[in-house]
């Protein structure tokens, strides 16, 4: 989302292209073997009027890894027109730069309802093209050198996005990932990285389909598996089950014993959690555990080993767990997930 809960920190570089040493350069012709990704039709920033970027915007001398989803969170309006897809530019830039003092929009695209791409940050589309280097965006924190932020116009938390906006994403992804080697897996949405709802429940549970029909559209068939892949878990006051009773556990061993294993985000629960985040300094203090919290409490250093080993076994079905093989990261991200989709 661009509004409250979107990347507060851009870092501004000084320099006009920077160079990195993140990933090598690799030709678009070596990186796919099958069909060319033609490029969709994206409207630039002069041609929907954007104001001049307020500072010196940093481009990276290599390539972006990986594609952000996000929902603006805004109205899901039915005008479907090229005017309304540039009001929409136009508010964000306005409140990026007005409101966040940022020097320009912070994410590098922009999809409207009505299916109308266009450019955020300025300089993006041009790098694109040429396929060799990234503008640094403020759609992510800790992730803006790194990934392409997409705001897909709309609030995707019960409903999903119009067909539409979903075919020009799909055009959209397929072309950044054919134009800078992504594979067609690093498309993930916000709440990977950040404690946020966004892209919303009923977006972010389609992403699997994008990977899957990116991966199609470039002759790179995916398994449902690998499409599926493992995530954190958001959990918020609604929810419940073993995945809370891990985390009340996890924020046990982090000596915050007031909250009780029940299984149920209860009261006692998010205030625990917003007392982790800003012992943390995480960007949000929210109460929601998503993409920047969990791996946090996973690798706190100094927890008490029982409560972790409780973590374990709240996720594990057979409650077998050697205390000798606490999990790594990626393996709690697999167990996580697991958890949270066994029925
Ligand atoms: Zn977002």
Redesign the pocket.
């Known amino acids: 989302?661009w509004g409250p809960?979107?990347s507060r920190r851009n870092v501004l570089l000084g320099g006009l292209v920077l160079t990195g040493t993140i990933g090598g350069l690799i030709r678009p012709s070596e990186a796919w073997a099958g069909p060319a990704a033609t490029a969709p039709p994206v409207i630039g920033c002069d041609a929907w009027g954007a104001r001049a970027p307020s500072g010196v915007i940093p481009v990276w001398d290599r390539r972006p890894l990986r594609i952000i989803v996000?929902?603006t969170a805004t109205a899901n309006v039915e005008d479907y027109s090229r005017g309304a897809a540039e009001f929409v530019a136009r508010t964000i830039q306005d409140f990026h730069m007005d409101r966040r003092g940022w020097i320009d929009t912070g994410q590098n695209f922009t999809i409207s309802r009505g299916g109308h791409i266009l450019e955020g940050r300025h300089g993006s589309l041009e790098v694109l093209r040429a396929g060799d280097r990234h503008v640094e965006g403020a759609?992510?924190t800790g992730q803006n050198v790194e990934a392409v932020g997409i705001e897909n116009e709309g609030t995707y938390t019960a409903l999903t996005p119009p067909d539409r906006l979903w075919s020009r994403l799909r055009a959209m992804c397929a072309y950044i990932c054919q134009q800078y080697g992504i594979p067609p897996t690093e498309i993930g949405g916000?709440r990977d990285f950040k404690d946020?709802l966004?892209?919303g429940d009923a977006f972010y549970a389609m992403l699997p389909r994008l990977r899957s029909e990116v991966a199609d559209a470039l002759g790179q068939p995916l398994s449902g598996r690998t499409a599926r892949r493992a995530s954190w878990p958001l959990l918020r006051p609604e929810s419940s089950g073993p995945v809370v009773q891990a985390a009340q556990h996890l924020l046990r061993a982090a000596g915050l014993t007031d909250v009780q294993p029940n299984g149920r985000f209860d009261a006692r629960t998010v205030a625990a959690v917003r007392q982790y985040q800003q012992a943390h300094r995480t960007e949000e203090v929210n109460g929601l555990i998503g993409g920047e919290t969990w791996p946090l409490l996973v690798t706190a250093k100094g927890a008490d080993q029982q409560e972790v080993t409780l973590a374990v076994r709240a996720l594990t079905p057979d409650g077998a767990v050697r205390a000798s093989a606490l999990p790594g990261t990626e393996e709690w991200k697999r167990l996580l997930s697991a958890a949270e989709r066994r029925p």
């Open positions: 989302m809960g979107a996000h929902h759609h992510c916000h946020t966004c892209p």
